[in-house]
């Protein structure tokens, strides 16, 4: 079984600074794992993946995630906020294999930037 | 880029009542899904749909939940007989190729059962 936790429902930086949104899967088999956005009244989006391969996982609009196994962890890092980037971000994993019927999500941070 | 739309964005029903919630999923996606937000918790996985079957279904997705996809372009969730514990932002999302690429979700219904 997977199951992500995310640590902190709510973050807020100021403008320009570091973010830093954790999140710690459990998986019994090796994951994938996502991290999705969500913008007000809008769907949630794809910010990045990890499948295999370069642990370091680049985003869109500068977002990345590091996976680290001994850690179980898969923060996601941008090292300087903007003020669109306010919004609800969603860790999920899921099995690692292409037959995977459904991906799990974590409750969700809300990031606030400050000005 | 193509969307997922998602029909109504707000539906009130009484507490016994049957509700039907609209899902148009990207025009080439072959995998569809329903997951649910209850205000404050986690986003939870009701059900995965491929090739007109349920692939995976959730302990929340009882004999009160069904899906369908009536005419090939719609993807329906039926909620028969409506609880209160059953309010809840209800989203869409549909992929190409199945659950592990990009999911495209619709912007929700939110369901308030009185």
């Known amino acids: 079984a997977q199951s992500v936790t995310q640590l902190g429902s709510h973050v807020s930086v100021s403008e320009g600074a570091l973010v830093l949104l954790r999140c710690n899967y459990s998986?019994?088999?090796?994951?994938?794992l996502f991290w999705y956005v969500q913008y007000p009244n809008q769907g949630l989006q794809l910010l990045l993946k990890?499948?295999?391969?370069?642990?370091l996982v680049k985003g869109i609009n500068g977002f990345e995630a590091e996976f680290k196994k001994s850690e179980t962890s898969f923060h996601l890092t941008k090292p300087s906020a903007h003020m669109s980037d306010a919004a609800e971000y969603f860790c999920?994993?899921?099995?690692?294999?292409?037959?995977?019927?459904?991906?799990?999500f974590g409750s969700g941070t809300r990031l606030s930037i400050r000005p | 880029e193509p969307e997922v739309t998602q029909t109504p964005s707000h539906q009130v029903t009484q507490m016994g009542q049957e509700v039907i919630l609209r899902c148009v999923p990207i025009?080439?996606?072959?995998?569809f899904y329903w997951y649910r937000q209850i205000l404050g918790q986690k986003v939870e996985f009701l059900v995965s749909?491929?090739?007109?079957?349920?692939?995976?279904k959730s302990e929340i997705f009882d004999d009160q939940f069904s899906v369908e996809r009536p005419d090939g372009s719609n993807f329906t969730l039926k909620i028969r007989s409506t609880k209160l514990e059953d309010s809840a932002m209800y989203f869409c999302?549909?992929?190409?190729?199945?659950?592990?690429?990009?999911?495209?979700f619709g912007s929700g219904t939110q369901l308030s059962v009185l």
């Open positions: 999302a549909s992929s190409e190729t199945g659950a592990n690429e990009k999911l495209f």
């Open positions: 998986s019994s088999v090796p994951p994938y």
């Open positions: 990890y499948t295999t391969g370069a642990t």
């Open positions: 999920a994993v899921s099995p690692g294999y292409s037959s995977a019927s459904k991906i799990i």
């Open positions: 025009s080439n996606h072959l995998y």
């Open positions: 749909f491929y090739n007109n079957e349920i692939s995976e």
